[in-house]
């Protein structure tokens, strides 16, 4: 809300991480770095976007598309969730994954939390705190108390949780198998442990990871008791400077410290 802003928004391409452009460009035999663009593209921004995709083992240290990699760049998912998604072995897991992917890639917001007494019985409900439990109980057709979902954006969700689930031949939505929440959070930081943030001992309402501060965003539980959580969607307020620009957690998964 008082962040200043700058006078001509910058080329998208400064603004958002180059993992989607640079493995889309891999898969057609071309490097991002090289191509011609209006803006050069910072390099900073293009080794963290190759050695995340390296990390994946989606391009190899030339930069060249892997079998993995064409594997997961046509799945209709943001490749961090596809590539969770492709390499979670145990079958719960993976369809657990496979509903939260498919929540998390719907650019609307699945839901709004209720304040007072409703915002108490989910509580009761869900007593871990956990938003991404809450997003795979809502693609699976669980009704709970202290929300207000938007069903058109659950109807996409869903719609996509049965495409990817006919994808993987995994069973139907209405029989999804039960997974454990320990064994799906041990899963997604064994594979990107960037994803994993601790909270700050003197400001107890950001987490941290040594490269970057988030802020708990509205819509996220983060239990006040919880000292660390897998981050797994976030929204970047910017402003003049690095230290000015607030980064907001939205969908949070306590983890044991």
Known sequence: EHAP???ITPPELYREELVEPMLAAACCGFRLAELPFLDR???KSLNLAFDTLKAMQAVDDQGEVTEHGRKVYPLPIDALFADLVTRIQTRAEKEAMIDLAAALSIPAQLYQLQSGEA???LAKEDLW?????LMIRLVRGDQLPGISVDANVLEEAQGLA???RELFELPQLEVASRYRRDSLCHAIAELHPELLFVRRARRRDAVGHGMMEMVTGRNSRFPDNEEAALVLDSHSVPGRG???TLNLAAVMMPVPL
């Open 5 to 7: 802003l700058e006078l």
């Open 129 to 133: 705190g956990c938003d991404a439990s």
């Open 41 to 43: 593209i910072p390099d």
């Open 162 to 164: 049965k495409q990817m």
């Open 242 to 244: 690095v230290k000015q």
């Open 119 to 121: 915002a108490e019985a």
